[in-house]
């Protein structure tokens, strides 16, 4: 089991940047594919991109490709994001998401990762 803790997110002004962080507990943290989700209120979560165990396979949701890079450091069990030229339309609560299988096909469904942290909200004014 992993339990993950999301911070770095706040308020910041359209073309600005923020990093995330993502932090997992427990010993087989580094077995765990990682990703990072978005939600809005009153819309359905939303992948955003995904990184494998080793950093050798990453997929990037289309909106924010070119502009938001995931990375980890497995020794400090750490997932980050960073974000750049940010949108008034990434504006949602963001939520780091943990899975031991990560199927090439389904990476993006939010029913594929059995871990999830508590999400820090991100607010891009324009």
């Known amino acids: 089991q992993v339990q993950l803790v999301e911070s770095g997110g706040g308020l910041v002004q359209a073309g600005g940047s923020l990093r995330l962080s993502c932090v997992a507990s427990g010993r087989t943290a580094s077995t765990y594919?990682?990703?990072w989700f978005r939600q809005d209120p009153g819309k359905e979560r939303e992948f955003v991109s995904v990184v494998s165990t080793s950093g050798s396979m990453i997929y990037y949701a289309d909106s924010v490709k070119g502009?938001?890079?995931i990375s980890r450091d497995n020794a400090k069990n750490t997932v980050y994001l960073q974000m750049n030229s940010l949108k008034a339309e990434d504006t949602a609560v963001y939520y780091c998401a943990?899975?031991?299988?990560?199927?090439?096909?389904?990476?993006a469904r939010p029913d594929q990762y059995a871990y999830w942290?508590?999400?820090t909200q991100v607010t891009v004014s324009s």
């Open 98 to 107: 943990a899975t031991r299988m990560m199927n090439r096909f389904h990476y």
């Open 67 to 69: 502009r938001f890079t």
């Open 117 to 119: 942290g508590r999400g």
């Open 33 to 35: 594919h990682m990703a």
